[in-house]
């Protein structure tokens, strides 16, 4: 059964550093989500890519987060500089075009900023 | 704006007792809603969703949902839980008919069944 793949699983890093988190969908899914899951709570979205194109960044955090879908298929998210309110769990997910309700979701990588 | 409310932090159980977790919504147009769980060091997986129609809906692993409108509610229910159900659950919601339309995630429950 096809799965979203994340890499790393789990990432230390210290304040103020950059880290950088990948995920590859399922083939054929055309929408990508990246959500932050911090202890206790349930996801929240912070960006959702259209192919290469970003349809919701409203809750992402601009100043230091960024996110990039190039070639329509694997996402990169990056944090730079990292601070201690940013550990948590990054997850991503993806679905067919036009089908959020449908989400299938990855491992998720699990950020400790010390 | 939608939000989505799940009153129980964390519920205890011993195996074979019945289980009713809350779930309440607030959004003023038409849904979907939706549990999703996640067992420990797994992904966060779809266990039952209600897009229309009946609403008692029945999902993986002998869960079921009932989706009531008037209380914008839409708790998760289990006649007999085993040990393996102790995981953490999220109800969650999205208004329907918009492609774009985001899924909003309560804070969760962790369900802990004593074997």
């Known amino acids: 059964e096809a799965e979203v793949a994340q890499s790393p699983r789990y990432k230390i890093t210290e304040k103020s550093q950059a880290v950088a988190f990948w995920c590859d969908p399922i083939?054929?899914?055309?929408?990508l989500y990246w959500y932050r899951q911090i202890l206790g709570q349930g996801p929240e979205l912070l960006v959702q890519?259209?192919?290469?194109?970003?349809?919701?960044d409203s809750q992402l955090p601009k100043d230091r987060f960024s996110a990039e879908r190039l070639k329509g298929v694997d996402s990169t998210l990056k944090i730079q500089p990292a601070e201690l309110g940013d550990s948590a769990m990054y997850l991503c997910?993806?679905?067919?075009?036009?089908?959020?309700?449908?989400?299938?979701f990855g491992p998720g990588t699990r950020l400790l900023v010390l | 704006a939608q939000s989505v409310s799940q009153h129980n932090h964390h519920v205890i159980l011993s195996e074979a007792a019945s289980l009713e977790l809350g779930c309440n919504y607030s959004?003023?147009?038409?849904?979907?809603l939706f549990w999703y769980v996640q067992y420990p060091g797994q992904h966060l997986q779809l266990l039952l969703k209600y897009f229309s129609g009946d609403p008692l809906v029945k999902g993986i692993k002998g869960f079921e949902a009932e989706f009531i409108k008037s209380k914008f509610s839409f708790n998760l229910r289990k006649p007999s839980v085993q040990w393996s159900d102790t995981a953490e659950y999220f109800c969650?919601?999205?208004?329907?008919?918009?492609?774009?339309?985001?899924?909003?995630f309560g804070s969760g429950t962790r369900l802990s069944i004593r074997p």
């Open positions: 890519f259209q192919d290469e194109s970003v349809v919701d």
């Open positions: 969650a919601v999205n208004a329907r008919g918009s492609s774009a339309s985001k899924i909003i």
């Open positions: 959004y003023g147009g038409t849904v979907n």
């Open positions: 083939s054929g899914h055309a929408t």
């Open positions: 997910a993806s679905s067919f075009a036009g089908s959020p309700e449908t989400q299938y």
